[in-house]
């Protein structure tokens, strides 16, 4: 899926991250340990290993982390990405992942909206949102749309 950040609103970066339903926002480069266990034992895969490999997103509660969102992880080039990170104007989005136990209280579609402005700031139009899964979310809280559907290597 694509967002196009010109056209849609999105919390300005440079307002101090607030805290959303008493859970902090932080954004940092990389993971730490503790941030690496939460991403592997919650979503596994490869989800860690781009979120060290990236800028990250964070929502926490009492300073463990229960949600993040990964931008511009470079690192991991899957091969349906060549064409769009060959462009300069498209920056890449995801992971994006919150804990069972604090979804559908609007963190996963704030640490979204955080991340689409912060790849903003970092000067780029689009956002691409690699194999997405909930294409309804994507739609309704980030204005995405879907540009290429995979039919596998
Ligand atoms: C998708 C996800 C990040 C949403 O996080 P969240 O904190 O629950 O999101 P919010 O509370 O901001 O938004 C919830 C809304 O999104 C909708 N939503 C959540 N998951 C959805 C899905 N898979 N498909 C469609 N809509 C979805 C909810 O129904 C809810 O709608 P409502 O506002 O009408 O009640 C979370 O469900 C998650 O971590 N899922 C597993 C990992 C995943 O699929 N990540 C995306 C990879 S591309």
Not at 67 to 81: D, N, S, V
Request: glycine share 12%; proline share 5%.
């Amino acid at each position: 899926m694509l967002v196009d950040l010109a056209l849609t609103e999105f919390k300005d970066e440079a307002d101090p991250p607030k805290a959303h339903a008493g859970f902090a926002l932080e954004k940092r480069h990389g993971i730490s340990a503790n941030e690496r266990t939460f991403i592997d034992s919650t979503f596994g895969g490869s989800w860690a290993a781009e979120a060290g490999a990236g800028w990250n997103w964070f929502a926490m509660a009492d300073g463990a982390p229960v949600g993040f969102c990964t931008f511009e992880q470079r690192f991991h080039r899957w091969w349906w990405l060549t064409t769009w990170l060959a462009r300069s104007d498209v920056g890449v989005f995801g992971p994006l992942g919150v804990h069972q136990s604090v979804r559908g209280i609007g963190l996963g579609s704030v640490l979204a909206r955080r991340t689409l402005c912060s790849l903003r700031s970092l000067g780029f139009a689009y956002a691409i949102i690699p194999a997405v899964g909930p294409v309804e979310f994507y739609e309704r809280y980030c204005g995405a749309r879907v540009v290429e559907r995979l039919t596998g290597p």
